[in-house]
């Protein structure tokens, strides 16, 4: 019944008020909550909202519950709210008196549906009411003693006492129904009337803005006499006036009108005359009463007899806007009425405008139609640029024209709408009058406005008898509603051509994506198919690109995209098709003439245009500077994806071949990119089929030649290709993510065992490579937390190792995590040493232990005077800094020799040992303890190597 709504939100508006005034604002939360209430209290505060009965039921008992352990009694808590600081006042008040507000209830109130009422005036200020709910919904007592509450302070809302309630009868105890007899006194007391007056206009201030958009839409009635009489009436009590005048000035058709209330028919007429002609009229009070439209009159009061206050004038102001709204939506009544035969009219052509189709399709519907509803003998429409976003400008160009002959259609095309013209019509009105030299005896001119903007404007022309454009509001109206069709018309099929736009170009370059892209390849493929020609896709990706969003941010980011599609624009011949693809990857196919030179040399031009600085404005450090790499897939192909797939291909070994440069695709490169798709996915199988192992190779103190520790090296045990080397997966782990896991097993398995060495009295160093996706993680320190808690390993044993590269990516990032790797015990190490460029600033700030110097600088340092000069340099640094050093890929005694004699700390390398599994690692120890531990060369290049 009702779909629920049974009880209105002016009543849990009343509740909640009661509620707030008596709790804290945490007990009342507490009420809903125990109500099984899910609204909240906004929701609920609303006097549009509704209630189930069962619903206000359980709010009412649980908030008269909660009363009542507040020792407060539901009825005696809503008789203490005053009308002074109650938002109900709003509602109370505006219906004028205590009486007033028990009539308003008889019968059927439609604020409770499901309760009937039959009241009666006994006295002057005493009433009865009976009441009961419906069939269906059962009486219950608290409601009836939040009814008497209610009843008890609706006198308070007028600056009355409450009320005396006495509830006679009552359904909850078996009567048929409640009866309640209402009794409250008169008080003669001017001051408290004047308080009440100043605390009701206040009120009314707050409410004047919701009853505008009421009368606004009341307006819409043709009968808005009875609501402007009606305004006069709700103003009397408002102000607390004895009399209210509205005084209309003369119109077109009617002459003037005055509306009073309180004030005889004589002294309405005798102040409505005086303050019309602008005469002040002495203890009379008068607002104007405008709008954007037009003036209409005033509205005044007579102070005789009345109690006014501060806020008299502003309340005053406010009932005059209401009625200047009211005859706003009069006026536009009666200018609909002067349309309606205008829109018959033009039924026949918004029918015809329905089919979807182009804004030059549609221009010329549009211009063949206009004959059929005005008398005309040749129509021209005039339309923007179709750039209909920004405000009223430029040009307006002939779009279409019907019954003009050839050469007439020609001079138009080159003479547009000029914006003073369009100015002209927009400041003097909707018709204009156009002086043509086309054979038009008379034409007038109307503008096709679309969001607030000139878009275009219809001209309709006359060869003979130019009065049959005679402006009458017959032309008028039938213009108007030509322009209205036209650009309903035209805006549509304009969203139809920018949502197929949308769907085939790029939001931010405007250019083609993909599925246009798609769809011109394999045009472009079919025309070579046809013509022999030879055709080419190049698939172009910015180096760094993610570094100048990382820095710059995404701002800057999409502005280099948006130069970079205008060089590219620019660059290539208006045939050839430019897309953005996504991110910052763009494809060029060219065919034809572009390529007879080769594509390499498109790539050329390319590379070189791009290498060209971007001003982009606000960039903090200039012109900004980037390179590309381009992939170029040649020649036919059965498919465009598979066109496309080639230079992408491409494109990779372009990036892997060190950036900014070409690469032509090969067919041997689709094979190699199957192979990598194939490991990949082997590789997402390896960790959980235990397919990974470690080898430990030595490391030796250079000074004693005793073994310090092992490196651990991850290999993968592939079961069809066998061991795997670490160069062929672990880049793969790196780009797919997977690096994250395996990281955490290489750390935990290295823990575990170098646990069992020192156990067995091997008390060797264990270093673990971290890889540059492990740093970026939060994850890192505790992975290395948990791998030596779960093996017991030493923590002082354990060395990470980065690359210096790695570290150098985002320093303000990296510093904190390794000071964070370092609170655990553990040590740190720069792997590769020398080839990151970090700056003696950087390193030393950087809380490590140890510098990798890298094999590259060793394996040179015997032929090179300045590698040699390098390495002391490197080792010096790090002594300086108070870092252990250790030499990478010692493979030469001589090597060894300069180390030694350089002091450097620590090495590894072939010549002391190849990198070992564990088992062989121990018989490694054994030997070399079996062997001695001299520190002489020969010595020690005479070890085992295993």
């Given at each position: 019944m009702l779909n629920g709504q049974h009880v209105s939100g002016f009543y849990a508006l009343i509740l909640l008020s009661v509620l707030r005034r008596m709790l804290p604002p945490s007990a009342v939360q507490d009420v809903l909550v125990r109500a099984g209430e899910t609204r909240t209290l906004d929701e609920l505060d609303v006097v549009s909202s509704w209630s189930s009965y069962g619903q206000f039921r359980r709010l009412l008992e649980e908030a008269a519950r909660t009363l009542a352990a507040a020792r407060q009694d539901l009825t005696s808590a809503l008789a203490s709210i005053t009308h002074a600081d109650d938002d109900m006042a709003q509602i109370i008040q505006g219906l004028g008196s205590p009486r007033?507000?028990?009539?308003?209830?008889?019968?059927?109130?439609?604020?409770?549906?499901?309760?009937?009422?039959?009241?009666?005036?006994?006295?002057?200020?005493?009433?009865?009411?009976?009441?009961?709910?419906?069939?269906?919904?059962?009486?219950?007592?608290?409601?009836?003693?939040?009814?008497?509450?209610?009843?008890?302070?609706?006198?308070?809302?007028?600056?009355?006492?409450?009320?005396?309630?006495?509830?006679?009868?009552?359904?909850?105890?078996?009567?048929?129904?409640?009866?309640?007899?209402?009794?409250?006194?008169?008080?003669?007391?001017?001051?408290?009337?004047?308080?009440?007056?100043?605390?009701?206009?206040?009120?009314?201030?707050?409410?004047?803005?919701?009853?505008?958009?009421?009368?606004?839409?009341?307006?819409?009635?043709?009968?808005?006499?009875?609501v402007l009489q009606g305004i006069v009436a709700s103003s009397v009590r408002a102000v607390g006036a004895a009399g209210v005048v509205l005084a209309l000035k003369s119109r077109i058709g009617s002459g003037r009108k005055v509306y009073a209330e309180g004030l005889s028919e004589a002294?309405?007429?005798?102040?409505?005359?005086?303050?019309?002609?602008?005469?002040?009229?002495?203890?009379?009070?008068?607002?104007?009463?405008?709008?954007?439209?037009?003036?209409?009159?005033?509205?005044?009061?007579?102070?005789?007899?009345?109690?006014?206050?501060?806020?008299?004038?502003?309340?005053?102001?406010?009932?005059?806007?209401?009625?200047?709204?009211?005859?706003?939506?009069?006026?536009?009544?009666?200018d609909a009425r002067h349309q309606a035969n205008t829109a018959g009219a033009l039924l026949d052509?918004?029918?015809?405008?329905?089919?979807?189709?182009?804004?030059?399709?549609?221009a010329a519907r549009v211009a063949r139609a206009v004959p059929q509803v005005i008398d005309c003998d040749r129509v021209a429409l005039f339309l923007d640029d179709g750039d209909w976003t920004g405000a009223d400008g430029g040009e307006l160009q002939l779009a279409a024209a019907h019954g003009y002959p050839d050469d007439a259609v020609a001079l138009l095309s080159v003479r547009p709408i000029t914006e003073a013209q369009l100015r002209t019509m927009r400041e003097e009105g909707i018709e204009y009058t156009l002086l043509s030299d086309v054979g038009t005896a008379a034409a007038v001119a109307v503008p096709i406005c679309l969001a607030g903007n000139t878009i275009g404007c219809i001209v309709a022309g006359v060869t003979v008898n130019p009065e049959r454009l005679a402006i009458t509001s017959r032309l008028s109206d039938r213009l108007k509603g030509l322009a209205a069709q036209a650009s309903i018309a035209i805006g549509n099929a304009r969203l139809v051509e920018q949502i197929r736009f949308q769907s085939v170009h790029d939001a931010l370059t405007g250019l083609p994506n993909r599925a246009l892209i798609l769809d011109r390849t394999e045009q472009m493929l079919a025309r070579s198919r046809r013509a022999h020609v030879q055709v080419a896709a190049l698939f172009i990706d910015l180096d760094g690109f993610k570094e100048v969003n990382d820095t710059l941010g995404h701002g800057f980011g999409d502005q280099l995209l948006q130069a970079v599609a205008t060089r590219l624009s620019l660059t290539m011949r208006e045939s050839d098709s430019i897309g953005r693809m996504g991110g910052d990857e763009f494809v060029v196919l060219v065919d034809g003439t572009t390529t007879d030179a080769g594509p390499e040399l498109v790539a050329e031009r390319l590379l070189s245009v791009l290498r060209e600085p971007f001003a982009i404005e606000g960039l903090p450090n200039g012109p900004l500077t980037l390179t590309a790499s381009i992939g170029i897939a040649a020649g036919s192909r059965p498919s465009p994806t598979e066109l496309l797939r080639d230079a992408d291909i491409a494109l990779y070994q372009a990036k892997a071949a060190g950036r900014d440069c070409f690469v032509v695709f090969r067919p041997q490169m689709h094979t190699a990119v199957q192979d990598r798709l194939l490991l990949e996915m082997d590789l997402r199988d390896a960790l959980a089929?235990?397919?990974?192992?470690?080898?430990?190779?030595?490391?030796?103190?250079?000074?004693?030649?005793?073994?310090?520790?092992?490196?651990?090296?991850?290999?993968?045990?592939?079961?069809?290709?066998?061991?795997?080397?670490?160069?062929?997966?672990?880049?793969?782990?790196?780009?797919?993510?997977?690096?994250?896991?395996?990281?955490?097993?290489?750390?935990?398995?290295?823990?575990?065992?170098?646990?069992?060495?020192?156990?067995?009295?091997?008390?060797?160093?264990?270093?673990?490579?971290?890889?540059?996706?492990?740093?970026?993680?939060?994850?890192?320190?505790?992975?290395?937390?948990?791998?030596l808690m779960e093996s017991g390993f030493d923590p002082h044993s354990l060395i990470v190792e980065i690359t210096e590269t790695a570290i150098m990516k985002n320093v303000d990032a990296v510093v904190p995590r390794l000071a964070a790797l370092k609170s655990t015990g553990i040590r740190v190490a720069i792997d590769d040493f020398g080839t990151g460029y970090s700056s003696l600033a950087y390193l030393q700030h950087f809380p490590v232990d140890t510098l990798k110097i890298d094999r590259s600088f060793i394996s040179t340092m015997a032929d090179s005077p300045e590698s040699g000069a390098l390495i002391h340099t490197l080792v010096q640094l790090g002594k300086s800094l108070g870092l252990q050093t250790l030499a990478e890929g010692i493979e030469e005694s001589s090597q060894y020799s300069q180390l030694e004699r350089e002091h450097c700390d620590s090495g590894q390398g072939y010549i002391f040992g190849r990198p070992l599994e564990a088992d062989?690692?121990?018989?490694?120890?054994?030997?070399?303890?079996?062997?001695?531990?001299?520190?002489?060369?020969?010595?020690?290049?005479?070890?085992?190597?295993?």
């Open positions: 007033e507000v028990f009539i308003s209830g008889a019968g059927t109130n439609p604020l409770l549906p499901i309760r009937r009422y039959e009241m009666t005036e006994v006295g002057e200020r005493e009433w009865t009411i009976r009441e009961w709910f419906l069939d269906g919904f059962e009486p219950y007592d608290d409601f009836c003693r939040f009814v008497a509450g209610q009843y008890s302070q609706i006198p308070m809302f007028f600056g009355l006492p409450a009320a005396e309630v006495v509830e006679q009868e009552c359904q909850c105890r078996g009567d048929a129904s409640c009866l309640f007899r209402i009794r409250w006194d008169h008080v003669d007391d001017t001051e408290m009337r004047a308080d009440y007056f100043e605390v009701h206009s206040k009120v009314l201030e707050a409410r004047l803005e919701q009853l505008q958009a009421m009368v606004t839409d009341l307006a819409s009635n043709e009968r808005y006499e009875d002294d309405s007429d005798s102040i409505a005359e005086d303050l019309l002609r602008g005469t002040d009229r002495e203890g009379v009070i008068a607002v104007q009463v405008e709008s954007v439209r037009r003036h209409y009159g005033v509205l005044a009061v007579d102070e005789r007899g009345g109690v006014f206050t501060s806020q008299t004038q502003g309340t005053l102001e406010t009932y005059a806007r209401l009625a200047a709204a009211t005859l706003d939506a009069a006026d536009a009544m009666e052509l918004s029918t015809s405008l329905a089919e979807i189709m182009s804004t030059k399709d549609m089929h235990d397919q990974y192992f470690l080898v430990y190779q030595p490391i030796f103190d250079l000074a004693s030649g005793e073994t310090s520790g092992v490196e651990a090296l991850l290999r993968w045990r592939h079961p069809l290709r066998g061991v795997v080397q670490p160069d062929e997966f672990i880049p793969i782990l790196e780009a797919s993510g997977m690096i994250n896991d395996v990281g955490r097993w290489v750390l935990e398995e290295a823990c575990r065992q170098g646990a069992r060495w020192h156990v067995k009295g091997y008390h060797l160093d264990v270093s673990v490579n971290v890889s540059a996706r492990q740093l970026e993680t939060d994850c890192l320190i505790e992975d290395v937390e948990h791998a062989a690692v121990e018989a490694f120890l054994l030997a070399r303890s079996l062997g001695g531990s001299s520190a002489d060369t020969s010595t020690k290049a005479a070890a085992p190597v295993l």
